[in-house]
């Protein structure tokens, strides 16, 4: 019997230039080497108690719903308070047994900060205003790192970059779901 294949797909990007920052993400879901959906929305504006903050996740759709309905429900028990909602999603996913099987990242940004956080306790704040999730996350951010050389906006940067990565990562397709925030 043959393993099952498992969901691939996602690239996230996040770009802070010009005092905005721009999130945005493909629409492939493959399971194993099968597109299942061109077109998923993996990016989404949260506006908990009127604080805008936008989202990006990679991995499974349902454990990233449940990690972003747990944000905002930091967000309102924090509001205005990205850091701080971010590390308590950061510290409930790390300890409590059910959100610890939960496979996913989310990249966050209320246009001030920017964090990827992850199952493994982390909340990182990317360096050189860019940063980059899921199975193409690596092509997009490189791409975005180099376009950061250019007088590009941060939109034009993070359209670019997931268009390179879309040439490059089978996982990855240019429908893409962009975001803006400004600070």
């Known amino acids: 019997m043959s393993e099952f294949p498992g969901w691939h797909g996602t690239t996230i990007v996040a770009v ?3 005092g905005e920052v721009v999130v945005a993400g493909d629409g492939q879901v493959s399971l194993g080497q099968t597109v299942i959906k061109g077109s998923a929305r993996k990016v989404r504006r949260l506006s908990p108690g009127g604080y805008d903050v936008v989202a990006g996740f990679a991995g499974s ?3 990233a719903f449940t990690l972003l309905e747990r944000l905002e429900a930091k967000l309102e028990a924090t509001p205005g ?8 999603l950061a510290k409930d ?3 409590d047994k059910y959100l610890q099987k939960l ?8 246009g001030r900060d920017m964090f990827v956080i992850t199952g ?3 909340v990182l704040e990317p360096e050189h205003d ?3 999730i899921g199975s193409g996350g690596n ?7 180099g376009l950061m050389a250019t007088e590009m906006s941060a939109e034009d940067v993070a359209r670019r970059a997931m268009a390179i990565a879309a040439d490059i990562c089978v996982y990855t397709n240019g429908k893409l779901t962009v975001e803006k925030i400004s600070a």
Request: no cysteine.
């Open 16 to 18: 802070r230039r010009g």
């Open 61 to 63: 759709t349902a454990d």
């Open 81 to 88: 308070q990205l850091a701080r909602a971010s590390v308590e």
């Open 93 to 95: 996913w790390r300890t």
């Open 103 to 110: 496979e996913a990242m989310l990249i966050v940004s209320d």
């Open 120 to 122: 493994a306790g982390d």
């Open 130 to 132: 860019v940063a980059a």
């Open 139 to 145: 092509f997009a951010l490189a791409a975005a790192r």
